[in-house]
């Protein structure tokens, strides 16, 4: 005889035992089916029935069974039905079949309530919370209704840490579920709460950067006041909370064109601005320049409202502070990928009908005249200096920043004898690089990019 006890699961069998007695619901334990062995539910919930139907799909052993009711001598069970909790469970090895009878516990507790049950679904092989929920609500409404009685008292104190352990449970589940929305929450109170220190809202801040780069968490950000709260750390006295509120900020307004709108309004451009501009650590401005690029980006009232604000002059002083190397690239950037939008809006117009937004785009790009300040803040003085990089995408990205001001720049090009000199020598070691790339079969090369860019400005220079 193969006896076989129906819980073997701890949390399960805890639960399973507060269950049978205080919402009367029965579990099973089908253990000859192999698909689902310790399948177990209540069925109360819509998602149940919703589950049945799917799996009534594949299994015709799934419909809702009758349930068998033990006694303390052994019986056999008819295919179809189900066994409560806590039963003796064993197979007949010689006829095949299974038989129940109640175990000793829960022998005594059965008769005592001794109710009808309902039926079970015997598909589900653990608890959903909704269901716990179910279960500790009726547990409670138990508690309040079995009150009258010294049996039912006892009962009760001998279920409490059941019902603690359940609460754990519940607990445990809902951190699981605890959704994007909660958890943002959960960061601003610990961001905002004076009484964190400095570490708290550093790591607040660093757990919702990784939150908000997706879209509706960014703009929830916003709806839950956390973008003001934000800008507002941007000038904070610490600049470690500096730095992070700049991550913050650019990751949420990444391809976010209503975060970006929210920012702007915030009064994030002025702060970003004014931090370039005054004394700070390389890390603070290298997030901030990335806060910044990303507030730009496919927004012209932003571009506009940099340029008005002095943007393009505390990027060029800030291109020729001693030591900002790493940062000089990035500036480039900024200012390469804002001239190569604008282009690009106006030749897509060429080739399409007008509607009425690309109408607007192109009056919102029409007043963000960027080249002629470049002009007037020196930057065609200023890019050609990062042709001495030794990194070739720094002067890949030179090279086609000043393509892309050539209209403007020409005259100051051509009288430059320093970037004169520059191409000549890049072009003499480009094609040398280039050659090295056909000797390993590169037709299409890195450095016969960079060639055919050097190539054309040596072309429009002469
Ligand atoms: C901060 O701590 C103090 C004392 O520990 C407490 O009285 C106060 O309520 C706390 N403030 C917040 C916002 O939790
Ligand atoms: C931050 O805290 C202040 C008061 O301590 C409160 O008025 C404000 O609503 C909080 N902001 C957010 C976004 O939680
Ligand atoms: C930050 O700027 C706001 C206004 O822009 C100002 O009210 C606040 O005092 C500043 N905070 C610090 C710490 O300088």
Request: negative net charge; contains cysteine.
């Amino acid at each position: 005889m193969l006896i076989l006890r129906t819980m073997q699961n701890k949390r399960i069998c805890t639960l399973g035992v507060i269950i049978t007695i205080w919402i009367f619901s029965l579990h099973l334990v089908r253990a000859y089916d192999v698909k689902s062995p310790t399948a177990l539910t209540i069925k109360d919930s819509p998602d149940d029935l919703n589950r049945d139907e799917e799996s009534q799909l594949h299994d015709d052993d799934d419909e809702d069974l009758e349930v068998f009711r033990p006694t303390d001598k052994w019986q056999t069970l008819k295919p179809g039905q189900a066994v409560p909790a806590g039963s003796h469970v064993r197979l007949n090895l010689q006829t095949g079949q299974r038989e129940v009878k109640l175990g000793e516990e829960e022998r005594l507790k059965y008769l005592r309530d001794g109710n009808g049950p309902g039926t079970i679904n015997v598909q589900n092989p653990s608890f959903t919370s909704q269901e716990l929920k179910e279960a500790l609500k009726k547990f409670k409404e138990g508690l309040d209704d079995s009150a009258d009685t010294k049996q039912e008292e006892d009962a009760v104190r001998a279920q409490f840490r059941s019902m603690e352990e359940l609460k754990k449970d519940m607990a445990a589940l809902d951190m699981l579920v605890e959704t994007d929305v909660q958890v943002m929450r959960r960061l601003l109170n610990q961001f905002n709460d004076t009484n964190s220190t400095t570490e708290e809202k550093v790591t607040a801040l660093h757990d919702l950067e990784y939150l908000v780069h997706q879209v509706d968490n960014a703009q929830n950000l916003v709806s839950m006041g956390g973008m003001q709260l934000v800008v507002n750390a941007l000038n904070n006295t610490d600049i470690r909370l500096q730095e992070s509120a700049a991550f913050v900020l650019g990751s949420a307004v990444s391809s976010n064109p209503s975060v970006q709108v929210e920012a702007v309004e915030g009064g994030a451009l002025q702060k970003l601005l004014t931090l370039l501009a005054t004394q700070r650590p390389m890390m603070v401005k290298k997030k901030v320049l990335f806060a910044v690029a990303s507030l730009l980006r496919h927004f012209p009232f932003a571009q506009s409202h940099f340029l008005k604000l002095g943007g393009a002059q505390v990027l060029s002083e800030l291109f020729q502070t001693t030591g900002a190397d790493a940062l000089r690239v990035r500036i480039i950037t900024i200012l390469y990928d804002m001239i190569i939008e604008k282009e690009l809006i106006s030749q897509v117009g060429m080739d399409l009908i007008p509607d009425s937004s690309h109408q607007e785009r192109l009056r919102q790009y029409a007043k963000v005249s960027l080249l002629p300040v470049l002009v007037e803040q020196g930057w065609c003085n200023l890019v050609p200096e990062l042709l001495a990089s030794p990194e070739h995408d720094w002067r890949e990205k030179a090279l086609r920043t000043l393509l892309a001001m050539m209209a403007q720049c020409q005259t100051q090009f051509k009288q430059n004898p320093t970037l004169i000199y520059s191409l000549n020598e890049l072009q003499i070691q480009y094609r040398e690089l280039v050659l090295t790339e056909h000797d390993v079969g590169e037709e299409d090369g890195y450095f016969g990019e960079i060639l055919a860019l050097v190539d054309s400005m040596m072309v429009k220079l002469q």
